[in-house]
Structures are given as structure tokens and as C-alpha cells.
């Protein structure tokens, strides 16, 4: 399920052969020069030679697995807008989350079509709190798949580690996300601003709202707007993922946006700046973890920062700048590299000077 809205790039599919696909940078870059990374997100599905695991997914390895701290998600309303509030609940096995996924509490309810199940979730996100299994360390990914292996996608972000002996979980590693019915991710853009690549191992599908990144400023804007007083207190708010707003409320702000469904067995693409949001239909399994590539180091040198949490992602944009901006490396060491967001739309000259 694809769909447009207020004239905003579509989100494209993309279906590569094997040869295609076996070199996972060069297959971004293919996608980008089709401009994929206009619409924010992209949908890959792979060929049928690629098998990340062979064992089934109901398998001991899987379902023994710990989640450390799954996540209550309560979603408030106050004053016409929605809020994400996570409560950290104790762990438990994959199989006992799965259980609780399946039980008629938390199960996915009976449904028409997708559409019927996006009104079901619109009208429902205040009540009965799923549980969402996020944020886990870890890949269920065969460790022999040497293509398109969340785990090792062998991008320019390895040079974190490599140059820092930076390891960051869930960033430079992969993470595994348990959902259920109901469990969504607010409006966020990646750490740094980074690519972010997600795969659906097992059940039901996510569906995935996105604002193209040309759009990112006034996405942020109207979110200022809307939640004052998480605003005053960091600009940089929305990297907290509290924000919680429903398509009708984008429409209302004329904020262009579009909506996809990705199924077991494909996979997600964000791109830089590219805002994103959405929700599990059912119990799922999917990995996922951030990427990088030359045209992402300008987003990252202009990345927004949280600085009022000890644990908000940011590292050195040192090793980048050096290695694929070199004429502006004393520049950037100095501070004197000066420039906007490569999506700001008010600063003609930045544009000018990096086309």
C-alpha cells in the first residue's frame, strides 16, 4: 500500500535481481539516482535468492532470546495532540512477549483491509497500551550472509569504529524489534540524521508514514507549534519520540506526506533527514540498524543535537570530513566550516555552493 498526499514525491518500490543486489552501497546509490530519497523512504524487496536465515523463526534460539526492557506505551491526550509516554516493564522471553502479542487482549483485531486497520489504530491509540519489544541487541540474521547483512552492511559508517573504536548499539550494530498490535515509533529522524535500513524477518507488516526530507523544516516547525513546551525546553525535541501525529492533523498544516505498508520479508530504507513515523499491525520480528554514505557527511555536520539527554547519539564528524571533504578538513577542525542543513530552504547560497 502506497499512497500520495499534497503533491508529495512517491514512495518508491524497488525490486532488484540478485546481481543487483549483491552490493548493498552501489544498490543505494542506484536508488538515489532514480531519487528515491525524495519521498524520505523507500521499500526494497529483495530477490528470491537471498535467504537471511535458514532455520524458522519459531526456532529456541529466537524465542529463549531475553527482552531486557520492554516497552509500555501509553499515548496521552492533551489538548487535541497525542503523546508517547514509555514505561520500562521487566524482562521477559520473546516467546512469553509473543503470547501476550497473540492474546486476546493485545491481538490484532479483525479487519477489512489496511485502511480499515489505520482507522482501527487512529481511533484506538489512547487505549489498552501495547507492550513493544525494542531496542534489543542483537541479529537473527545467519552470520554466513555476506549481502544486505543488517549486521554488516559494510557502509562509511564503519569508519566510527574503525577510526574511533566507537560502538554504538543499534547504530553501527543491529537491533531486533518485537511488536505487537498497536506498538508504534513517533516522528523522528534518525540519530545524526543517518540512513536507516529495516527488514521484517516474521508476521504481520508495519505501516510507515514519511515527509520527504525537502519538507523536514516545516515538519518541525508545526511540531514546535504543537508541543511548546517540549520546544523551549530542547529544539531538538523530536529526537526524544514523543511525538505522536496522526495523518488528518499533517493534512490540517498542509505538511505533504505519504503512507506505505511493508510486509514480512522486505525491506525499509529512511534516508537522511527523512522523517518517519508508523506502527506494527500484529506480533513481528524485524532488524534494523543506521548506515551512511559520502552524500549523508554534509547532514551530519548540520545534524540537530539533543543536549538535555546523557544517552542521545552523537559522535566525531572528524574522520568524514576528512576522508570526503578533504578541501574543507582545516576548515572544519578550526570551526570555521559554516553552513546550513542541506535541506533549509532559506539558505540559497549553501545549495549554490555544494551542486
Known amino acids: 500500500m502506497s499512497s500520495t498526499n499534497n503533491s508529495a514525491p512517491e514512495i518508491m518500490i524497488f525490486r532488484p535481481t540478485w546481481d543487483e543486489f549483491k552490493n548493498f552501497s552501489s544498490y543505494i546509490e542506484v536508488m538515489e539516482s532514480q531519487g528515491a530519497h525524495k519521498a524520505g523512504v523507500a521499500k526494497v524487496i529483495p530477490p528470491p535468492e537471498w535467504i537471511p536465515r535458514k532455520k524458522n ?5 529466537i524465542m529463549s532470546m531475553i527482552i531486557p526492557s520492554p ?8 489538548k487535541g495532540i497525542f503523546e508517547l509516554i514509555n514505561v520500562y516493564e521487566k524482562a521477559m522471553t520473546v516467546a512469553e512477549f509473543r503470547i501476550k502479542a497473540e492474546s486476546e487482549k493485545y491481538k490484532t483485531p479483525s479487519h ?6 489505520e482507522r482501527n489504530f487512529w481511533k484506538n491509540v489512547i487505549n489498552n497500551s501495547p507492550l513493544y519489544g525494542a531496542d534489543v541487541s542483537g541479529s537473527i540474521t545467519d552470520e554466513d550472509v555476506d549481502v544486505w547483512n543488517i549486521n554488516k552492511l559494510g557502509t562509511i559508517l564503519d569508519y566510527v569504529n574503525e577510526d574511533y573504536g566507537l560502538t554504538i548499539e543499534g547504530v553501527n550494530t543491529a537491533y531486533l524489534y518485537f511488536g505487537m498490535w ?3 515509533f513517533p516522528w523522528h529522524t534518525e540519530d545524526m540524521d543517518l540512513y536507516s535500513i529495516n527488514y521484517i524477518h516474521y508476521g504481520y507488516p508495519k505501516t510507515w508514514y514519511a515527509v520527504p526530507p525537502e519538507h523536514g523544516h516545516r515538519l518541525e516547525k508545526v511540531a514546535n507549534e504543537m508541543y511548546p513546551g517540549y520546544a523551549s525546553i530542547c529544539p531538538a525535541f523530536l529526537r526524544h519520540k514523543i511525538a505522536v501525529i496522526s495523518p488528518t492533523q499533517l493534512k490540517k498544516k498542509c505538511i505533504p506526506f505519504n503512507k506505505i505498508t511493508q510486509e514480512q520479508g522486505e525491506f525499509m530504507i529512511t534516508f537522511p533527514f527523512g522523517y518517519h513515523a508508523g506502527y506494527n499491525h500484529g506480533f513481528n520480528i524485524a532488524e534494523s540498524t543506521n548506515f551512511a554514505t559520502p552524500r549523508w557527511v554534509e547532514y551530519g555536520k548540520r545534524a540537530s543535537q539533543c543536549h538535555c ?6 559522535f566525531s564528524m572528524d574522520t568524514f570530513v576528512k576522508r570526503f571533504e578533504p578541501e574543507k578538513y582545516e576548515l572544519w577542525l578550526k570551526g570555521n566550516d559554516i553552513g546550513a542543513h542541506p535541506e533549509d530552504p532559506s539558505c540559497t547560497y549553501f545549495r549554490w555552493a555544494h551542486t
Open 309 to 314: 539527554r546523557p544517552d542521545s547519539v552523537k
Open 57 to 61: 523463526y519459531d526456532e529456541d534460539d
Open 182 to 184: 498497536k506498538t508504534s
Open 112 to 117: 477489512l483491509n489496511y485502511g480499515d486497520l
Open 71 to 78: 516497552i509500555r506505551q501509553a499515548v496521552e491526550r492533551t
